[in-house]
């Protein structure tokens, strides 16, 4: 009862946290990328079927807030697979290692870590790449670039980049609307940095899915 107390207490202290850089984020004009979790609203079971996580699998979870889908990543690999969580908010990386801790995960390494700079993964390494409800926040920033060179980098040849996000719609969860991307958006910004998109695929009420594989030569 006490674990489940703190790790309660921590969610709502770093949600506390959010709401107020979010306030000063918007004042300087930058979208914030909060590590806000999407756990409420996404099913990360249909989520990694859709992108056909297996075991052995190494998957990297770029911008994992508090790390759920990392989570249920780490049964499905298995002991002979690995996920990297990585989020630039430390807040969210402590969350995290509390669950892992209490739950006797060892297949998870939190990572804390700006992915429009550096992921301190080694080149062509990663299996499944996934990015939940963060793309948009990079687009909006300018930050596309960066981003998607350091997940060409890690991802190996034949390997995935399996983006999620919300769908295009006004009066619905997300960001504002103009914030929002469509599904042509990101094929565009995947194969300009050559990715094939592989599927398009509504993955929930409120978000779509993108998976898209690297050039086995790349």
């Known amino acids: 009862m006490v674990i489940k107390y703190n790790i309660f207490l921590n969610e709502y202290i770093f949600l506390i946290t959010y709401f107020l850089k979010g306030d000063k984020m918007e004042k300087d004009g930058k979208h914030f990328h909060h590590g806000k979790s999407s756990r409420e609203i996404l099913d990360p079971s249909r989520v990694l079927e859709t992108i056909e996580l297996k075991e052995g699998d190494v998957f990297l979870d770029a911008g994992a807030g508090d790390g759920y ?5 780490s049964s499905i690999v298995g002991e002979k697979g690995k996920v990297y969580a990585v989020d630039i908010y430390e807040e969210s990386m402590n969350i995290l290692k509390e669950e892992i801790e209490n739950e006797k995960i060892d297949n998870i ?29 990079f687009v909006e920033n300018g930050e596309v670039d960066k981003v998607m060179k350091e997940i060409r980098r890690i991802v190996k040849p034949g390997g995935t980049f399996n983006i999620i996000e919300f769908k295009k719609v006004e009066n619905a969860p997300g960001p504002p609307f103009h914030v929002k991307i469509s599904p042509k958006q990101v094929r565009k910004i995947v194969e300009e940095h050559n990715f094939e998109v592989k599927v398009v695929e509504e993955v929930g009420e409120h978000h779509y899915g993108v998976i898209a594989i690297k050039g086995k030569y790349d």
Do not use: F, Q, R, W
Not at 69 to 73: G, Q, R, T
């Open 69 to 73: 889908m990392s989570i249920a990543a």
């Open 109 to 137: 390494e939190p990572i804390v870590a700006d992915i429009t700079a550096k992921i301190p993964v080694k080149d062509k390494t990663i299996d499944k790449c996934y990015m939940g409800n963060v793309l948009h926040g």
